[in-house]
């Protein structure tokens, strides 16, 4: 047949991960002080199809598909979510055409070979019981087909490519409605070899970036359940909307508060350049100046809001700059109090991302350093006149109680080397100015970022005058 060799690892073979349902086991495991020490969320959905007897469609899965319209909390759609999930760990690659094999495994010349030798079948065909198109045939494939010892090396990207050009249809949706672009964040987070090339081809050559699956969900609303930032980043980038509702009726602009300072940084970024806003101060981690990305970036000493590479573009800023550089002044400013629960108490600030993906939604998240779930963290070291940090406020989720008392901010530093409660009672009028940034200027109205000089143990001063971005933590 002239084919090339066709190679695959075993353990690759195996689809999308998709949020699980049915009953939660809780198991965690409670921190340790133990310097280092880390805390698992993930809680890993239980499986039980056999690999490799293909993709069967269960007859309670049909029933499920059978259904109109969008899927929902109440009439299967979570149950499905597992189904799918748990199925699709049969896969077989044997079950392809060879033409469908040559795509899966990122084979270009034997896909142009069963073009030039009038084997390939029409573009618009499906493979599999899951319906599979071409386009996604070569996503899944490009996220689980590594390159091992005397196999060709897999070209998705160059298969894509020339499929499109000859009109592969790239919007076909299988059995539950994803469609390629959303099989390209639903793989596994980490990036598979050309993630961001492949999700640039599709969305440039038209697939459509809105396309809603049985739950009515697109794929920006699956990026952010999974966290996916480069797909947020790329999604948004080609246009996706953020309003239009799943089938539970919840639409992207509210669905990312949920989802973890991350998504929440990406998602604020883009909304903001939406609006016609400016960037926020301190939007990502570049150079004011140049945008360069680098992690050790020198903040300016007057307004301490805007971060720079180096000197020479500090310097080539600044015309621009000294009209918003402004300084910590009594009206720009506000003065807390810390509280600091003691360590006894236990208190923990569970992180809600990988508490919400590990726990609650199955996916497999990487472990939280015990001292991010600290609520108290006395500032060490201090030097003498304190220090310039970023905090984040988080306001409570309830305000006010029965009695009239108000609850607590809860801030803290990226390192968590200062946390603390703030207590209305402590400073009054400060807390109040800062609640009201928060409030009218953030877009979640429970978190701000601010520049804070944290003078000693027991008091900070808050530039109210300037929120900050959102940032990924
Ligand atoms: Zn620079
Ligand atoms: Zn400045």
């Given at each position: 047949m002239g084919f090339p060799a066709l190679g695959i690892i075993p353990s690759l073979l195996f689809l999308e991960l998709r949020r699980a349902s049915g009953p939660l086991v809780y198991t965690a495991t409670m921190p340790t002080t133990k310097k280092g020490a880390k805390l698992n969320f993930t809680n890993p959905p239980k499986w039980n199809c056999e690999p490799g007897v293909g993709f069967i469609i269960t007859d309670e899965m049909k029933k499920i598909l059978a259904q109109p319209g969008f899927l929902t909390d109440t009439n299967g759609g979570p149950r499905l979510q597992h189904l799918y999930s748990n199925q699709s760990l049969g896969f077989r690659v044997e079950d392809l055409s060879e033409f469908g094999k040559a795509c899966f495994l990122g084979l270009l010349k034997t896909v142009q070979y069963c073009f030039m030798t009038g084997m390939a079948p029409p573009l618009t065909n499906t493979e599999t019981p899951y319906e599979f198109g071409y386009a996604t045939l070569v996503v899944t494939g490009s996220q689980r087909v590594i390159r091992s010892p005397g196999f060709p090396h897999p070209e998705h990207l160059a298969v894509l490519e020339f499929l499109i050009s000859r009109s592969l249809p790239l919007n076909v949706p299988d059995i539950v409605g994803y469609t390629a672009i959303q099989h390209c964040v639903l793989g596994d987070l980490k990036a598979y070899p050309g993630k961001e090339a492949l999700i640039r081809k599709l969305l440039a050559s038209g697939a459509e970036v809105d396309y809603r699956n049985r739950w009515g969900e697109t794929a920006l609303s699956c990026a952010i359940q999974r966290g996916d930032i480069v797909g947020i980043d790329l999604l948004m980038e080609y246009g996706a909307s953020v309003d239009i509702p799943n089938g539970n009726g919840k639409a992207v602009r509210r669905l990312f508060l949920e989802a973890g300072a991350t998504v929440n940084a990406a998602m604020e970024k883009w909304l903001l350049k939406r609006s016609g806003k400016d960037a926020a101060p301190m939007t990502g981690k570049c150079c004011g100046h140049c945008g360069l990305e680098q992690k050790s970036l020198k903040v300016c000493s007057g307004c301490h809001t805007v971060q720079y590479c180096s000197r020479e573009c500090q310097r080539?800023?600044?015309?621009?700059?000294?009209?918003?550089?402004?300084?910590?002044?009594?009206?720009?400013?506000?003065?807390?109090?810390?509280?600091?629960?003691?360590?006894?108490?236990?208190?923990?600030?569970?992180?809600?991302?990988?508490?919400?993906?590990?726990?609650?939604?199955?996916?497999?998240?990487?472990?939280?350093?015990?001292?991010?779930?600290?609520?108290?963290?006395?500032?060490?070291?201090?030097p003498p006149g304190g220090k310039q940090v970023v905090v984040k406020v988080q306001v409570p989720p309830v305000l006010k109680n029965p009695d009239g008392s108000y609850n607590h901010f809860l801030v803290y530093t990226q390192k968590r080397d200062f946390a603390c409660l703030v207590r209305r009672v402590d400073c009054q009028k400060a807390w109040d100015a800062v609640y009201d940034v928060i409030k009218k200027q953030s877009l979640s109205g429970l978190k701000g970022y601010f520049v804070a000089d944290l003078k000693s143990r027991d008091e900070f001063v808050v530039k109210v005058s300037e929120l900050l971005a959102a940032q990924p933590w």
């Open positions: 080539a800023a600044w015309s621009d700059h000294k009209k918003k550089c402004k300084p910590f002044t009594v009206s720009s400013s506000a003065k807390l109090v810390p509280f600091y629960l003691p360590e006894a108490l236990g208190a923990m600030n569970i992180p809600q991302e990988p508490f919400r993906r590990g726990f609650v939604g199955g996916l497999a998240v990487p472990p939280v350093p015990v001292s991010h779930t600290r609520m108290s963290q006395e500032p060490k070291n201090l």
